[in-house]
């Protein structure tokens, strides 16, 4: 019989700060999303660095006769420097279209409305009811006022109307709905950050992701990379500068804020900095120069926890903030490949544990599961005594389903994992089952101590990257079966994994037939041209070879099909040299259609790469991570296959060795714990094969016998949930009881095909 013994007296685990969530402004997430804000490009600073296409009147339009430029003579101030000079005739006017689809207003709400201008005359402002507001200084002034809107559309525009001829400047216009997150001026948006408050997150990493370490290293550059002590103080004083994600941050949602809505949320803040590096570019802050960079990490420490003694404590306090933040975690840098950014590390760690021994400093190992940044960041991380490294990975669900046991031999006495970015390819039903049999592997792993899903947001308008855990438009949101599982596991987290004991449950089901990696090899250009020649494919167990023709690669063959290999055991050879372009190759091999294949990338990603990746549909998976950088000079490529077992040579030199695992379904995937604060013990339970499992839940020397049950399934592992239809994939509640038998007391549960399932015993 089927059975899952738990055994609550025996508690392993502290389950801590385990599920957060990791927010970034990338798919417009902040500015036109979490960011209240409705007026896009309000203080005229938009500009092509940004993105290619914007301009200081990006969002605005205005009525034939007035005239208008974007000036810097007299500004707000230093960081605000533009801003819109008009000439207007009576009644002429401008409007500003918000993000993308208009602005959301709805009948009855209020809305606050604000400008800095000088000029003399009655302005009429409009955006589903009407303002008046009377201009009266030749200096800058803030005028304010309330917008009762009478109608509800999501479509609209802000329209100000000039009523008086005259000439203005305006700067800084702003609307905001007076219904925030919590009802704060300058606020959150309300559906999104309430989504987010009810998951009941342990932490929350921010502001990124790349976002962090990505653009000049100058910190008064309009592409500088993310420095935290410019995002705070007044809206209109701060500066706005380009998100690397191709927009611009107007950082209304700076340091301050973040503090304060993690704090709303009851989350931890886990704030990452940039470590003097910017990855991107190989670029690093002149060793001497580290100091200042150093500096704004302790200042960060210091403004979160320090008193009114403290200088940056002080400043937190002048915000509005008296009691400290209670920083816990800070993490130096996000998923850097390259010296330059080890060579820093120890700088700050040195600086941060001499000044905070308590803070718990994070160290990063690169984007992938495996592979020489990976391995950088490890390695440094135990040098140095970090307490947590940064891990990141996007796979294919069938990784996740080769890789369950992932965590299982981590060493616990050294440092512990941060798993601060990871999604399964997808939003579907399947993604999230698979993603929820992972977290019971990471609830399990002694070392594993902190876990967030990655993108949290995406406007629907503005999609950068895919998937992601909430998709929204300006007035709708659409939770994923992703945030549901996120949810799931996060509200019935516990406070102590306990022991579990599987009887009956041990078949493992293949989820590919394929045992070998045999079938087509493609050679493929990419980003290049070069001849490839003295190419031959030798089947290694009959000692057979196959010499091909030479080739050129180009625009008008950009690849050579070698056909079908069905060895076991094989190799494949040939010399490369390229003569144009910034790449290399893409050797696919063991490729069962197109969607299905392995791929050796030489020179991949911005030519740094020499990878080997598996996809199953079209979704690729990193499996080995080498640094490289293709030149036009002459390689001897080699790439041999055994079993699966890949091994690459370049020029002699072996550069990738992975053995590539194939995905597999156990009976049930598990996890239990206790919460302390509630007396609970939480089972959870992930089928993910076809079939129902009758199966026996008993909590060993218990009398709890009161069982909440919360269940996520569908018919369809394709099903999804989308802005029109956001319910197809919801969780289900009800309660029960189990039965008591000697000192223990069973659930007869029966656990449906493709299912989550959380149960509750008190
Ligand atoms: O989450 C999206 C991006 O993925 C993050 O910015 C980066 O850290 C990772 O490469």
Not at 3 to 25: H, Q, R, S, T, W
Not at 39 to 56: G, L, M, V
Not at 77 to 83: G, L, Q, R, V
Not at 456 to 474: E, K, Q, S, T
Request: aromatic share 12%; with cysteine; hydrophobic share 35%.
């Amino acid at each position: 019989m089927k059975k899952i013994e738990v055994f609550e007296k025996e508690a392993y685990k502290d389950l801590g700060d385990l599920y957060g969530l990791f927010f970034e402004d990338i798919n417009h997430a902040a500015d036109g999303g979490l960011y209240a804000e409705l007026i896009q490009n309000r203080s005229f600073e938009y500009c092509e660095i940004d993105r290619k296409e914007y301009t200081p009147l990006t969002a605005w339009s205005k009525s034939e006769g007035i005239e208008w430029e974007v000036i810097d003579t007299n500004p707000l101030n230093n960081e605000n420097k533009h801003y819109l000079h008009v000439k207007a005739n009576a009644n002429d006017s401008i409007s500003n279209e918000g993000y993308k689809s208009g602005i959301f207003v709805e009948e009855g709400k209020k809305y606050d409305f604000s400008l800095f201008a000088k000029g003399n005359g009655k302005i009429k402002v409009e955006c589903g009811g009407v303002l008046e507001l009377k201009l009266d200084s030749n200096e800058w002034k803030k005028y304010e006022g309330i917008i009762t809107a009478n109608k509800t559309f999501n479509d609209g525009k802000l329209v100000i109307t000039f009523e008086n001829a005259g000439q203005y400047d305006l700067d800084m216009i702003s609307l905001f709905p007076e219904e925030t997150f919590n009802n704060k001026k300058n606020g959150l948006r309300k559906d999104i950050a309430e989504a987010l408050k009810e998951m009941h997150p342990k932490f929350m990493r921010f502001p990124g992701g790349c976002l962090t370490h990505d653009g000049s290293l100058d910190k008064y550059a309009r592409n500088s990379l993310y420095r935290w002590e410019r995002t705070i103080g007044k809206v209109e004083e701060r500066p706005t500068w380009r998100n690397n994600w191709g927009y611009n941050q107007t950082l209304g949602l700076g340091y301050f804020e973040y503090f304060c809505f993690c704090e709303e949320i009851g989350a931890a803040p886990l704030p990452v900095l940039a470590g003097g590096f910017n990855p991107h570019k190989g670029e690093g802050v002149p060793m001497e120069k580290m100091q200042e960079w150093v500096d704004e990490a302790l200042h960060l420490i210091e403004f979160a926890n320090g008193d009114e003694n403290s200088e940056w404590g002080k400043k937190r306090i002048e915000l509005g903030h008296k009691e400290p933040f209670n920083l816990k975690y800070i993490g130096i840098g996000n998923e850097e490949i390259g010296q330059g950014f080890f060579e820093r590390y120890p700088l700050y760690h040195e600086a941060i544990r001499k000044k905070y021994p308590e803070i718990k400093i994070i160290n990063t190992a690169g984007p992938f599961a495996v592979g020489e940044g990976y391995e950088d960041g490890w390695r440094s991380a135990k040098k140095y005594g970090s307490d947590l490294v940064d891990e990141h990975y996007y796979s294919s669900p069938e990784w996740f389903l080769a890789n369950m046991h992932h965590y299982e031999d981590f060493d616990e006495k050294g440092p512990h994992v941060f798993l601060g970015e990871y999604a399964s390819w997808g939003n579907t039903f399947y993604n999230a089952i698979v993603e929820a049999a992972y977290m019971t592997g990471l609830e399990k792993a002694k070392a594993v101590d902190l876990a967030c899903y990655a993108p949290m947001l995406c406007n629907v308008n503005y999609v950068n990257w895919a998937p992601d855990m909430l998709w929204f438009d300006n007035h709708r949101i659409a939770k994923t079966p992703n945030y549901y599982v996120q949810k799931m596991f996060m509200t019935n987290q516990g406070t102590k994994e306990v022991k579990t004991k599987l009887t009956d449950l041990d078949e493992i089901i293949p989820v590919v037939d394929a045992k070998n990696i045999s079938g087509n090899i493609i050679i493929e250009r990419n980003d290049t041209e070069g001849k490839i020649y003295d190419i031959k494919v030798t089947d290694l167990s009959e000692n057979k070879t196959v010499n091909f023709d030479e080739t050129v690669l180009n625009e008008a063959n950009p690849r050579i099909d070698l056909g079908n290999v069905v060895a076991k055991n094989y190799t494949l050879e040939f010399k490369f040299k390229r003569s144009l372009g910034r790449k290399g190759l893409k050797i696919f091999f063991g490729q069962r259609n197109p969607e299905n294949t392995l791929l050796w990338e030489f020179g991949g990603w911005d030519n740094w790469d020499c990878n080997i990746a598996s996809s199953y549909n079209r979704r690729f998976s990193t499996i080995s991570h080498r640094i490289f950088h293709v030149e036009d000079i002459e390689y001897t490529l080699k790439l041999e296959v055994r079993g699966r077992n890949i091994k690459t040579f370049i020029n002699g030199i072996n550069w990738n060795d992975v053995t590539d695992r194939l995905p597999e379904i156990e009976e049930l995937y598990t996890a239990a714990s206790i919460d302390e604060t509630t007396g609970e013990t939480i089972v959870k339970v992930v089928n993910l094969t076809g079939e129902e499992k009758m199966t026996d839940v008993s909590i060993n020397n218990s009398n709890k016998a009161n069982v909440k049950v919360i269940s996520l399934k569908s018919d369809s592992l394709t099903a999804e949930n989308t802005l029109d239809k956001p319910d197809t994939v919801v969780p289900i509640e009800f309660s029960t009881t189990a039965s008591k038998e000697n000192d223990n007391v069973t659930y007869k549960a029966c656990f449906a095909p493709h299912s989550v399932t959380v149960l509750k015993f008190n």
